[in-house]
């Protein structure tokens, strides 16, 4: 079972959303790290996570095409800007 762990960057339907999962990559000549980023479709059946929040999410069954990710639990949710 694979875990990753990434931020929140959309939640356009109820039950999915889309984390972006960054790391590290080196260069293959210039062995220079370069940051890449892949963005996931998650199963969000509890419609807990909202945009921002960073989500921990394991492999499961597949549910759709693109959906083969679950949502375990929230690392950090979303801080919240106080009102003047």
Same mark, same amino acid.
């Given at each position: 079972? &694979? *875990?990753?762990? %990434?931020?929140? *960057?959309?939640?356009?339907? #109820? ?6 999962? %960054?790391?590290?990559? !080196?260069?293959? *000549? ?11 479709? *998650?199963?969000?059946?509890? !419609?807990?996570? &909202?945009?921002?929040?960073? /989500? &921990?999410? /394991?492999? &499961?069954? #597949? ?8 949502? /375990?639990?929230?690392?950090? #949710?979303?801080?919240?800007?106080? !009102?003047?």
């Amino acid at each position: 079972m &694979k *875990v990753f762990s %990434g931020k929140v *960057v959309a939640k356009n339907n #109820p039950k999915t959303a889309v984390v972006l999962v %960054g790391s590290f990559l !080196a260069h293959p *000549v210039y062995k220079k790290r370069m940051r890449v980023a892949k963005k996931y479709q *998650v199963n969000d059946s509890e !419609a807990v996570s &909202k945009v921002g929040d960073s /989500v &921990k999410f /394991v492999t &499961k069954a #597949p549910i759709s095409k693109t959906k083969k990710w679950h949502i /375990v639990e929230i690392i950090k #949710p979303k801080k919240l800007k106080r !009102a003047k």
